[in-house]
């Protein structure tokens, strides 16, 4: 739709006059602006190690990875995480779960991952299908050696030990039992997110995601 | 030999208070701009960071000095000491205080009855630049080099309208040693100030000496933006900081200038005059000259902060069509007043009036300029 001439505003340049040519009333302003501010200081500083930071509920920091109600770890090693994962940091060792463990088909028996490689975009926890990998808020993470910033399986179950009970790292699904994705029986069948109707362009489409109609067959197939 | 012992005293105390006094001046600098962007500033070593300098002078004299491998190895270490010790050669002329009356171990200057005073600062700071060219050029980077080029430019432009600004004041006392200049301005008192018959020269020496001392606004040689450090790229350690003081200490000789050519030095009404005779009188005078020094750096600071950097060709264009005419006419009119005879009062309305002209002007080019420019026509349709 083009632009309504109403809802266009023609912007002129300011007058330059007298005043301006001489810069010294724009010189008087900004020194006004400058001499305000040390007059009533009101620093925004934060005195860092001595007052932490109030961070926002969806800060990304360290992993974690969830605990089930029997205290097992939650993830079955469907290595969504290792794939959605940019920064490739994530290594898992899936293995057969331990019989006694019957909701499951795998589990990690290793799960390492790399601090200093992982961008904290939190992608890993949008893949998991169970939960089971959460960024918590903890950000001051330091060690003396890289290998230190390997995060094993049992540290990260640490990780969960330390920030579950904390108000701003809530476990954010209901904790024990694992996510839908793993209750296959309930699972919907598979379908398209919302329903296409015939008029519709999209309907005339080659595949999902483009819009028109299928273009004309250019290699005569 | 007293003489020596003098002189030598005289450097040593000299040279201390001013690198000294730079030091706690970055730290004020630092605190000020801290509070105009709504921070605290330094505040970590010593109650409310005062220690701070010290600290910085530690590292910087503990850190590593490397050079890089692709520069003029002799040139690349001269350059910085060109800098630092050409600003505080032109120290040696300025008198810190009330000239006649220092104790016997010192005087308030280093070189007394220098007649040259003024143009022996100018020459000697002018020279200042060769350790910017210097440094630049040695550094075999083009940054470095281009932030040369630019330094070269601005300090050559600017020493004009810096150097016809005072000689109005040159005139109008008949000499050109600062301790004379100084010392009518006190006798005459308040009234006599230079700044009164002077106030558009004492705008374009401030002005063009914080383009000489490469203050923002006219910053230019080390805009980070285009030009990464501008010359001092490849320096770091104590070589950066020799530019970095050199720098400073030009602020320091600059605002004593300002002071002592315009403002009458150490003479304030009542507690600092030529008949003021009370114990430690000296001191105060000191006081009052360098409270009139601090001020002007403090307003140094101030604009520094307040107004953005100016583009290159403004830059020029101030110096070369706005600057030095207005310095070329403030001469002419003194030299008129002087000749005929005509009461100084004059010189005010003449600088007032010189001002309203170049803001007309001023205005008249840019609204010829605003004609000029290629514009878009506004659609006819869009006109409702």
């Given at each position: 739709?083009?632009?309504?001439?109403?809802?266009?505003?023609?912007?002129?340049?300011?007058e330059?006059?007298?005043?301006?040519?001489?810069?010294?009333?724009a010189?008087?302003?900004g020194?006004r602006?400058?001499?305000?501010?040390?007059?009533?200081?009101?620093?925004?500083?934060?005195?860092y190690?001595e007052?932490?930071?109030?961070?926002?509920?969806?800060?990304?920091?360290?992993?974690?990875?969830?605990r089930?109600?029997?205290?097992?770890?939650?993830?079955?090693a469907?290595?969504?995480?290792a794939?959605?994962?940019?920064?490739?940091?994530?290594?898992?060792?899936?293995?057969p779960?331990?019989?006694?463990?019957?909701?499951?088909?795998?589990?990690?028996?290793?799960?390492?991952?790399?601090?200093?490689?992982?961008?904290?975009?939190?992608?890993?926890e949008?893949?998991?299908?169970?939960?089971a990998?959460?960024l918590?808020?903890i950000?001051?993470l330091?060690?003396?050696?890289r290998?230190?910033?390997?995060?094993?399986r049992?540290?990260?179950l640490e990780?969960?030990?330390?920030?579950k009970n904390d108000?701003?790292?809530?476990?954010?699904?209901?904790?024990?039992?694992?996510?839908?994705?793993?209750?296959f029986?309930t699972?919907?069948?598979?379908?398209?997110?919302?329903?296409?109707?015939?008029?519709?362009?999209?309907?005339?489409?080659s595949?999902?995601g483009?819009?028109?109609?299928?273009?004309?067959d250019?290699?005569?197939? | 030999?007293?003489?020596?012992?003098?002189?030598?005293v005289?450097?040593?105390?000299?040279?201390?208070?001013i690198?000294?006094g730079?030091?706690?001046?970055i730290?004020v600098?630092?605190?000020?701009?801290?509070?105009?962007?709504?921070?605290i500033?330094?505040?970590?070593?010593?109650p409310?960071?005062l220690?701070?300098?010290?600290?910085?002078?530690?590292?910087?004299?503990l850190?590593?000095?490397?050079?890089?491998?692709?520069?003029?190895?002799?040139?690349?270490?001269?350059?910085?000491?060109?800098?630092?010790?050409?600003?505080?050669?032109?120290f040696?002329?300025?008198?810190?205080g009330?000239?006649?009356?220092?104790?016997?171990?010192m005087?308030?200057?280093?070189?007394?009855?220098?007649?040259?005073?003024?143009v022996?600062i100018?020459?000697?700071t002018?020279?200042?630049?060769?350790?910017?060219?210097?440094?630049?050029?040695a550094?075999?980077?083009?940054y470095s080099?281009l932030g040369?080029l630019?330094?070269?430019?601005?300090?050559?432009?600017?020493?004009?309208?810096?150097g016809?600004?005072?000689?109005?004041?040159?005139?109008?006392a008949g000499t050109?040693n600062?301790?004379?200049?100084?010392?009518?301005?006190a006798?005459?008192g308040?009234?006599k100030?230079?700044?009164?018959?002077?106030?558009l020269?004492?705008?374009?020496?401030?002005t063009?000496?914080?383009?000489e001392s490469?203050r923002?606004?006219?910053d230019l040689?080390?805009c980070?933006?285009?030009?990464?450090?501008?010359?001092?790229?490849e320096?770091?350690?104590?070589?950066?900081?020799?530019?970095?003081?050199?720098?400073?200490?030009?602020?320091?000789?600059v605002?004593?200038?300002?002071s002592?050519?315009?403002?009458?030095?150490?003479?304030?009404?009542?507690?600092?005059?030529v008949?003021?005779?009370?114990?430690?009188e000296?001191?105060?005078?000191?006081?009052?000259?360098?409270s009139?020094?601090?001020a002007?750096?403090?307003?140094?600071?101030?604009?520094?902060?307040?107004?953005?950097?100016?583009r290159?060709?403004q830059?020029?264009?101030?110096?070369?069509?706005?600057?030095?005419p207005?310095?070329?006419?403030?001469?002419?009119?003194?030299m008129?007043?002087?000749?005929?005879?005509w009461n100084?009062?004059w010189?005010l309305?003449?600088?007032?009036?010189l001002?309203?002209?170049?803001?007309v002007?001023?205005v008249?080019?840019?609204?010829?300029?605003?004609?000029?420019?290629?514009?878009?026509?506004r659609?006819?349709?869009w006109?409702?």
């Amino acid at each position: 739709m083009p632009i309504a001439h109403k809802d266009v505003t023609w912007v002129e340049e300011p007058e330059f006059g007298f005043w301006e040519a001489t810069f010294l009333p724009a010189i008087a302003a900004g020194l006004r602006t400058t001499i305000d501010h040390i007059t009533l200081n009101r620093p925004v500083t934060q005195q860092y190690p001595e007052v932490k930071p109030e961070l926002p509920l969806h800060y990304r920091g360290v992993h974690r990875l969830n605990r089930d109600e029997q205290g097992r770890v939650k993830c079955v090693a469907c290595m969504l995480c290792a794939t959605a994962c940019p920064a490739n940091c994530i290594a898992i060792e899936a293995a057969p779960a331990p019989p006694e463990w019957p909701d499951r088909d795998k589990f990690p028996a290793t799960f390492v991952l790399d601090e200093l490689r992982c961008i904290y975009c939190g992608m890993c926890e949008e893949a998991c299908p169970v939960d089971a990998i959460e960024l918590t808020h903890i950000y001051d993470l330091t060690a003396t050696s890289r290998e230190e910033m390997l995060f094993d399986r049992e540290k990260l179950l640490e990780v969960y030990d330390e920030t579950k009970n904390d108000p701003k790292d809530p476990v954010r699904t209901g904790r024990g039992r694992l996510g839908p994705a793993s209750e296959f029986g309930t699972l919907p069948a598979v379908g398209p997110a919302t329903a296409v109707e015939d008029k519709d362009r999209s309907a005339d489409a080659s595949s999902p995601g483009v819009i028109g109609k299928a273009p004309p067959d250019r290699y005569g197939v | 030999m007293s003489e020596l012992i003098q002189t030598l005293v005289t450097i040593g105390i000299t040279m201390g208070a001013i690198l000294g006094g730079c030091m706690y001046l970055i730290l004020v600098e630092r605190k000020i701009s801290a509070r105009m962007q709504d921070r605290i500033g330094p505040n970590r070593v010593g109650p409310w960071g005062l220690l701070q300098p010290v600290a910085d002078a530690v590292k910087i004299f503990l850190k590593e000095d490397p050079s890089p491998a692709h520069v003029d190895k002799f040139l690349y270490r001269v350059a910085p000491m060109i800098s630092v010790f050409t600003t505080l050669l032109a120290f040696a002329v300025v008198p810190f205080g009330p000239v006649g009356q220092a104790p016997s171990f010192m005087r308030f200057i280093i070189a007394p009855h220098i007649d040259v005073g003024i143009v022996f600062i100018f020459a000697i700071t002018s020279l200042a630049v060769y350790g910017v060219i210097l440094g630049g050029w040695a550094s075999n980077n083009k940054y470095s080099m281009l932030g040369s080029l630019r330094a070269s430019a601005q300090v050559v432009s600017y020493e004009i309208p810096l150097g016809m600004s005072v000689l109005g004041v040159a005139l109008l006392a008949g000499t050109l040693n600062l301790e004379q200049i100084l010392a009518q301005q006190a006798e005459g008192g308040i009234w006599k100030w230079n700044f009164w018959y002077q106030p558009l020269a004492c705008l374009i020496f401030f002005t063009s000496a914080m383009a000489e001392s490469n203050r923002l606004p006219f910053d230019l040689p080390e805009c980070e933006q285009e030009l990464v450090g501008g010359y001092h790229t490849e320096y770091g350690g104590l070589r950066f900081v020799m530019f970095f003081l050199g720098e400073y200490v030009h602020v320091v000789t600059v605002s004593f200038l300002i002071s002592i050519l315009f403002f009458g030095g150490w003479y304030f009404p009542w507690i600092a005059t030529v008949d003021s005779a009370y114990p430690g009188e000296w001191l105060v005078k000191i006081g009052v000259l360098l409270s009139k020094v601090g001020a002007v750096i403090i307003f140094m600071m101030l604009i520094r902060w307040t107004i953005p950097r100016f583009r290159f060709d403004q830059l020029m264009g101030l110096a070369w069509k706005v600057l030095i005419p207005l310095s070329m006419a403030n001469v002419v009119i003194v030299m008129t007043v002087l000749q005929f005879g005509w009461n100084r009062w004059w010189l005010l309305a003449a600088s007032i009036g010189l001002f309203l002209m170049a803001g007309v002007m001023g205005v008249n080019a840019k609204r010829a300029e605003i004609r000029r420019r290629p514009r878009a026509s506004r659609p006819a349709a869009w006109t409702t």
